[in-house]
């Protein structure tokens, strides 16, 4: 929002060393005061991520000069020439900056800019341009991190990377929060990395469990995979961007909630500009421009809704797409289809309006799912109305079920459809029911309501198919037609709640629509004032009132209807404090600056999840229920260079009044693991609907180690003393110092009983009537300004920056040496630690500066380092070793007279009697049951293939050695197909597919050559008779299927799954990659 011209040039300045000037500092407030802000409507739809109402600077015809000047002067003399800013580091190519980058391994530099402003709590990394700074290795972005630099920077990936696929250029911490990616462009090089496009390698920017993540104003440019994947994560913004040939998606969003996809144009090669992926709800499309040449070999839609495999039934709702122009596309404009296990409906309200369509669906082959403008399939209650559609191909609109992937559901699904101009389609020659407005190929599912639509100039009519109900439609050429649909579209309305705003307990809030707008009239406002309660319309007007009783944060949502019955929202957040009336405001003694807490909740295992905020008491310890406490107090007055010389929170102890406790009460103060919302936190809960990692509250020692036992401080209440009627101390300087410094965020403090029986005491809380006997905190600082000799202020010694050096790719028993020297700290690093594998449970497996690693088993380690400086501050830094299986003995991939050959990059074995082990590294591939249930599961390299390629031959041979000279008592049927998912030969297993997370079916998921989950007609079959012994020589499958649906990016390659159609008494078993002999090792061959 831009609030205020004035602050962003006045921060933009400050930022900069060089802007600590007294002359440069004067000169950028007067610059910023000849600025003024004046309100001006903004387009804006409604759902969470809003774009709201932007200012529209002017300038003021009045002298500014003389008022400028003077607000340079008051703010100067206030401010002076110590101002201080929030963390930015630049990086550059040239000249000044924190970091300079020299063209080579410019990743180095940029990670450790990144790194530093982690190790600060978060941050702005700043790329200079013009430049291009070329990375060899992934970017890794912390939490409360903005990435971002001038529109001349580039970050470009080097030709011929090599990197592994699922590797990304950019990559968010797993589970890292609140980051922005932009303004600057993003090239990956894609024309010189000689890998297939769809198949993983190199997205642009992936991040993973995060929540706040924006993307905005950045030209992604020749990515061999996705520009943007995110996967499981809430609040997400993709807006005004500039994508151009990516190699997958443009924007990949998997398992969200709540995003909003804008203003963006994106020019397609492969997949969809947008998707939305297994899943999603509250996401708006909107005013976006996906195109493509029209050519190529893309069947990409522009924009996908997809789920695929029945195996979840995470639900499709409330998405909205509007105002976009998508045009010149072979494949859907937009498609979208959800498989589920049953026939309960949970894709649905998806509402598609204001959007044209044109020339779109053009692929030149009958697919069935790229011919039409819209294809959909098992969603309800899609409305579509007020859309442009000009040449869809077979249709505007189509209901296909995709045979063999997603199967019909068998419930009744309604599509409504009107108010649309839909023409020109002229369809495919030989296909019967093409060439109409709208195709319902499922009738007996799915039915449309078609009422108030132009049809015009479609070759073979209005509709093909049952299942219509039509309603005063109509068909006039669009130029001269009548018809409220071509020229004379109502437009939707736009919601404008006002600002956000700030109050205390007991004060009435005014709110105003009047900034609402819409171009036939607004019909009403409706008022929902907290979006928690479940109450979703508590006043009507235009101007409503609310007063608060409670503290806390609110969200008041205004939904505004026009006259069509056309509805909009739009959010405000109302912050609400306590009452201030009876408190006094935070004073400077003789002591130091006393502060009062901002909020104050109780803890209680008797109420999980009940909010105690208003209570007059502050409960520690246990009776009947075990009772903590957190509380917040304001530090943002102080600088980061200020030193604290003295904290003391003191607390007013009254209860239990005139009697003993059976035990010791020692009170403890720790550091709370995470922000917490008043309005919600409990027991059990941190804020609205995110539970607390551990149930009572989750806090950080003052060792920094989680639900650790070094308080901050302590304080002990001996059983047989009553209360004092008194305040009683506890020293909280060093966490108050680590807050000021921004060492970590200001989470405030957590109170609680070292031992929780017997010994339950309490004080008066923040809510008391008597101001003098609420909680405060004491505050006194040292000098915080430099001396006129003084270089370093008080001494701080700020933390150290880890640097473990770069990803690094070996194979199995050979060497890894990690070097720690980049690493740096302003007064040295007293030591060094590294974990070689974050999974084991070790977390310190050598020291010193350089460390070498020899892994025995294939897969992928996160290497771990850990600093400490003299001050015993630390900092970490991770690096990935992807380790494969041993190579010194098998024969590299070879070209014969068959073809390509290959041989396994993976290969791991599942077993029903160790249903947790991890078979990798043994000699042999079992098949079938004798006591157990053997399967297995390999891996090829198949990036050599371009996705044009035809394969004409691909078999799998295996080297059928055991049992030898032994039949047995069935036949087996050694049966091929298509592993679902992808997996980690490093945790693969019965049960499980990679760390943490299960097959969806035990024993491995798959799909067979029809699309069928758990299907029974593989890809190739074999049949070992039982009376057969081994022939010791190798047996063929025939996998051409698989491999040209891997090739040609229909699918990604998950690898084979093999087992035996039955499993009994059928055990026979094939060498695997790991035998010492690479001539019977399995391999496949390809002919192309």
């Known amino acids: 929002m831009v609030e205020s011209i004035c602050f962003k040039i006045f921060e933009r300045f400050s930022a900069h060393r060089w802007a600590k000037s007294r002359h440069v500092l004067l000169i950028a407030l007067w610059i910023s005061s000849c600025f003024f802000s004046s309100k001006t409507a903004f387009s804006k739809k409604d759902h969470i991520i ?82 291009t700074y070329w990375i060899d290795s ?51 090089n894609s024309e010189n990395q000689g890998v297939s496009f769809g198949n993983g390698y190199y997205n642009l920017i992936n991040f993973e469990n995060s929540n706040n993540i924006e993307v905005s104003h950045m030209r992604l440019e020749w990515g061999c995979n996705d520009g943007v994947q995110i996967k499981k994560g809430n609040n997400i913004l993709f807006t005004h961007n500039n994508v151009y040939k990516m190699g997958h998606d443009a924007f990949y969003a998997l398992y969200c909630n709540k995003g909003e996809v804008a203003y963006n144009t994106v020019f397609t090669r492969t997949n969809s500009a947008c998707r939305l992926s297994g899943g999603i709800t509250d996401f708006i499309v909107h005013d976006n421009t996906f195109y493509s040449d029209g050519g190529g070999t ?66 030149a082959s009958n697919t069935g799912y790229t011919n039409a403008a819209i294809t959909m ?32 559901q068998k419930a009744q699904f309604t599509t409504y459809v009107r108010n649309n101009v839909i023409m020109n389609n002229d369809g495919m020659s ?56 071509v020229n004379q579209i109502d437009a939707a309305p736009v919601a404008n709640a006002g ?91 003789a002591e130091g600056s006393v502060a009062y807490p901002t909020y104050d909740n109780g803890l209680r295992t008797s109420s999980p999840t009940s909010v105690f905020s208003t209570v007059n008491y502050i409960d520690i310890g246990t009776n009947s229920a075990s009772c903590r406490d957190i509380m917040m107090f304001d530090l943002s007055g102080y600088k980061t260079i200020d030193t604290i010389s003295k904290a003391t929170l003191s607390l007013y102890w009254y209860y239990p009044a005139g009697a003993t406790r059976t035990s010791d009460t020692v009170v403890e103060v720790y550091r709370p693991a995470a922000e917490w919302d008043p309005k919600y936190v409990s027991w059990n809960n941190r804020a609205s609907g995110t539970p ?98 003084s270089t370093v202020p008080n001494q701080v010694d700020a933390a150290p920056i880890a640097n473990a050096g770069a990803d690094q790719t070996v194979t199995a028993g050979s060497a890894v040496t990690v070097v720690a020297s980049a690493s740096t700290d302003d007064k040295g690093i007293a030591s060094y630690s590294w974990d070689f594998d974050a999974s084991n449970g070790i977390t310190s497996e050598a020291t010193g500066e350089t460390a070498t690693k020899t892994y025995t088993t294939a897969g992928t380690y996160t290497v771990t380092l850990t600093v400490t400086d003299t001050a015993g501050q630390k900092a970490t830094d991770t690096v990935t070793v992807v380790v494969g299986g041993t190579t010194t003995t098998t024969p590299p991939a070879s070209t014969t007279a068959e073809g390509s050959v290959a041989y396994p990059t993976y290969d791991n074995g599942l077993r029903t009697s160790s249903p947790t082990s991890v078979f990798s590294t043994v000699n042999y591939i079992d098949i079938g049951t004798s006591s157990a249930s053997c399967r297995d599961i390999m891996m090829f390299d198949l990036s050599g293939y371009k996705t044009t390629d035809t394969i004409s031959k ?5 080297y059928w050695y055991y049992p030898a000279g032994a039949t047995r008592t069935s036949d087996t049927v050694v049966e091929v197909y298509r592993p679902a998912a992808e997996w980690d030969p490093k945790y693969v297993s019965w049960n499980n597919r990679v760390s943490g997370t299960p097959w969806s079916t035990a024993g491995g998921s798959w799909y067979d050559k029809n699309g069928a989950a758990q299907g029974s007609t593989p890809y190739a079959s074999l049949t070992f008779p039982a009376k057969t012994v081994p022939g010791n020589k190798y047996y063929d499958l025939d996998v051409t299927q698989l491999v040209q649906e891997y090739v040609s990016g229909k699918y990604k390659n998950t690898g084979f799954f093999l087992k035996a159609r039955t499993e009994s008494g059928n055990y026979i078993a094939f060498y695997s990659s790991e035998w010492s002999n690479a001539a019977q090792r399995p391999k496949l061959t390809v002919t192309a």
């Open 50 to 131: 809003k774009t709201k109402n932007r200012d529209n600077t002017t300038f003021k015809k009045i002298p500014v000069l003389f008022l400028g000047l003077s607000l340079c002067f008051l703010c100067f003399s206030i401010v002076g020439s110590g101002l201080s800013s929030a963390a930015t580091v630049y990086v550059t190519a040239s000249g000044s900056g924190d970091y300079i980058c020299d063209g080579t391994n410019d990743h180095v530099e940029i990670n450790k800019a990144l790194a530093y402003v982690k190790s600060t709590g978060g941050g702005t990394v700043y790329l200079k341009g013009p430049n």
């Open 138 to 188: 992934t970017l890794n972005i912390g939490a409360n991190t903005k990435l971002t630099g001038d529109s001349t920077a580039e970050i470009k990936l080097v030709s011929k990377a090599g990197w592994s696929s699922g590797i990304p250029m950019i990559r968010g911490e797993t589970g890292a929060s609140n980051i922005v990616v932009t303004g600057f462009t993003i090239d990956g």
């Open 298 to 363: 893309s069947t990409g839609p522009g924009i996908e809704i997809d789920k695929t495999g029945s195996s979840t039934t995470l639900p499709f709702d409330n998405i909205e797409i509007y105002n976009n122009k998508i045009h010149s596309i072979r494949g859907s404009g937009i498609w979208m289809f959800a498989a589920y296990p049953d026939n309960t409906i949970r894709a649905k309200n998806v509402y598609i309006h204001h959007n044209t369509f044109t020339k779109v669906g053009q692929h």
């Open 377 to 408: 399939q098992n969603f309800d209650n899609t409305i579509i109305e007020n859309n442009v559609f000009d040449d869809g191909g077979n249709a505007a609109i189509k209901w296909y079920a995709w045979s063999g992937y997603v199967a019909q």
């Open 430 to 485: 030989g296909v019967t029911g093409s060439g109409v407005g709208i195709w319902n190929t499922q009738s007996s599912y799915a039915k449309f309501m078609v009422q108030n639509n132009n049809f015009y100039n479609n070759k073979n009519g209005d509709t093909y198919g049952g299942g219509f109900t039509m309603s005063n439609n109509v068909h006039e050429a669009p130029s001269t037609s009548s018809s409220t649909v």
């Open 499 to 589: 600002a956000d705003k700030t109050a205390t307990v007991g004060s009435s809030v005014s709110f105003d629509a009047s900034a609402s707008t819409d171009d036939k009239g607004i019909a009403s406002y409706s008022w929902d004032f907290d979006a928690s309660n479940g109450i979703t319309s508590e006043a009507t007007g235009k101007t409503a009132t609310k007063t608060y009783t409670t503290a806390g944060t609110y969200t008041v949502t205004l939904t505004v209807t026009d006259t069509a019955g056309q509805k909009a929202t739009d959010t405000v957040t109302v912050v609400v404090g306590g009452t201030t009336t009876t408190t006094p405001p935070a004073s400077t003694t």
């Open 692 to 789: 607390w990692s551990t149930a009572g509250g989750s806090w950080y020692d003052k060792n920094g180690a989680a639900q650790g036992s070094t308080p901050y401080a302590s304080l002990t209440f001996p059983a047989k003393t009553v209360p004092g009627n008194k305040y009683y101390d506890l020293d909280v300087t060093q966490l108050v110092q680590e807050y000021v410094s921004g060492k970590y965020k200001n989470t405030g403090f957590f109170l609680k009983a070292r031992t929780e029986s017997g010994n339950y005491i309490a004080f008066y809380s923040s809510e008391w009537s008597n101001a003098a006997q609420r909680p405060k905190l004491t505050v006194s600082t040292g000098e915080s300004t430099p001396s006129s000799g």
């Open 954 to 958: 691909a078999t799998l041979s295996l």
